[in-house]
């Protein structure tokens, strides 16, 4: 599958890595445990779904939607019978496709999650882990745990490694990723942002993505 990229048009001539950077400092850290577990869009302890999102802490409204394209395609491993630090616990696994960052999170609890201002999609990604994968060399965990924690790393990673085969990079700007055909500009997110109370284009977005 190849990747492709929507990005909200207020952003084409900014850098992919400048983007990620930026949202990493608005979503601080998710200080991730018993007091913020993020949730599957099936509901508030479910630990199957076709979304995981989760928001910064300390008052950030900077979020990121972890989708699937296969029907209930990730899946949460939470085992109160192994220690908290086990590799065998606390791990995602499934088939992960979108990656998709932006601001002030909707949806959940049996809905589909969304933002009201949204930055980037990231879709295509490709990546999948077996249900014993453990922890360690799990990049289906190595790019969601990083972004929890919101560390970039492992998204960029798997970009780059996406990218390099049309000769760009997150050094790329989105401009130039859509002139590669890789990437659209959404303008309507654009004219969404400042509107309060008009989120039917975003949500929209969100469902068709
Ligand atoms: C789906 C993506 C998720 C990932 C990658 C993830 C990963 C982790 C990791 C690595 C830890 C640290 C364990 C340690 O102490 O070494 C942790 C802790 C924890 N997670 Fe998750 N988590 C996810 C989602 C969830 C969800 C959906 C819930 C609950 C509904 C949850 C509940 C918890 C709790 C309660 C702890 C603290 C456990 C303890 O200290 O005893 N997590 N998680």
């Given at each position: 599958?190849t ?26 850290t ?10 599957f869009n ?6 199957d ?30 085992n ?13 696994w ?44 799990n990049?289906v ?35 130039q ?5 890789l990437?659209?500009a ?6 969404d ?5 008009v989120?039917?284009a ?8």
């Amino acid at each position: 599958m190849t990747i492709s990229v929507t990005y909200n048009s207020v952003y084409g001539d900014i850098s992919v890595k400048e983007v990620l950077s930026a949202w990493s400092a608005g979503f601080k850290t998710a200080g991730h445990g018993e007091s913020n577990t993020g949730g599957f869009n099936t509901g508030a302890r479910s630990y199957d779904g076709e979304q995981y999102a989760t928001h910064g802490a300390n008052g950030s409204d900077y979020a990121f939607i972890a989708e699937s394209n296969a029907s209930n395609g990730l899946h949460y491993v939470y085992n109160p019978d192994l220690p908290a630090s086990s590799n065998q616990n606390h791990f995602l696994w499934g088939q992960l496709d979108n990656v998709k960052l932006g601001e002030v999170l909707t949806g959940g609890s049996g809905s589909p999650f969304g933002f009201d201002d949204y930055t980037v999609s990231f879709n295509g990604l490709d990546l999948s882990a077996a249900s014993d994968a453990g922890r360690a060399g799990n990049a289906v965990q190595d790019v969601i745990y990083g972004l929890m924690r919101g560390n970039v790393a492992g998204l960029e990673g798997v970009l780059n490694t996406l990218l390099s085969e049309f000769n760009l990079s997150t050094d790329s700007t989105f401009d130039q990723l859509a002139a590669a055909g890789l990437a659209h500009a959404d303008t309507a997110f654009a004219a969404d942002i400042g509107l309060v109370g008009v989120q039917d284009a975003a949500q929209d977005w969100a469902l068709t993505a």
